[in-house]
């Protein structure tokens, strides 16, 4: 059973950062692509990142590009997502989701994996 667990969440004012992990439970982690989606209530859940197995291929929504970077280091089998010029609108919870295959992807349906989320609020 793989289980994925998400830290680094917190509040911080309009402008600061934070660094969010995910690390998973087992070792086939750097056979999977990765994906960061966040939510807030009432509303759908909405990509953020991906990025493939390797870690050689990235993809952002474009409402954070510039901003955050996506990572991983499959010897650790996490997953870190790095966010600076954070802004109120990225208020939501952070989930760190994991596909089967190796290629990245923009759709939640793609996902088969997911952690529990990590909040992050952003205060004006």
């Known amino acids: 059973q793989v289980q994925l667990q998400e830290s680094g969440g917190g509040l911080v004012q309009a402008g600061g950062s934070l660094r969010l992990s995910c690390t998973a439970s087992e070792g086939t982690f750097g056979a999977s692509a990765m994906g960061w989606f966040r939510q807030v209530p009432g509303q759908e859940r909405e990509f953020v990142a991906t990025?493939?197995?390797?870690?050689?291929?990235?993809s952002y929504a474009d409402s954070v590009k510039g901003r955050f970077t996506i990572s991983r280091d499959n010897a650790r089998n996490t997953m870190y997502l790095q966010m600076n010029s954070l802004k109120p609108e990225d208020t939501g919870r952070y989930y760190c989701?994991?596909?089967?295959?190796?290629?990245?992807?923009?759709?939640?349906?793609?996902?088969?994996?997911w952690g529990q989320g990590t909040q992050v609020t952003v205060s004006s």
């Open positions: 989701a994991r596909r089967s295959g190796v290629a990245m992807h923009i759709s939640a349906g793609a996902y088969v994996y």
């Open positions: 990025i493939n197995w390797s870690g050689g291929s990235t």
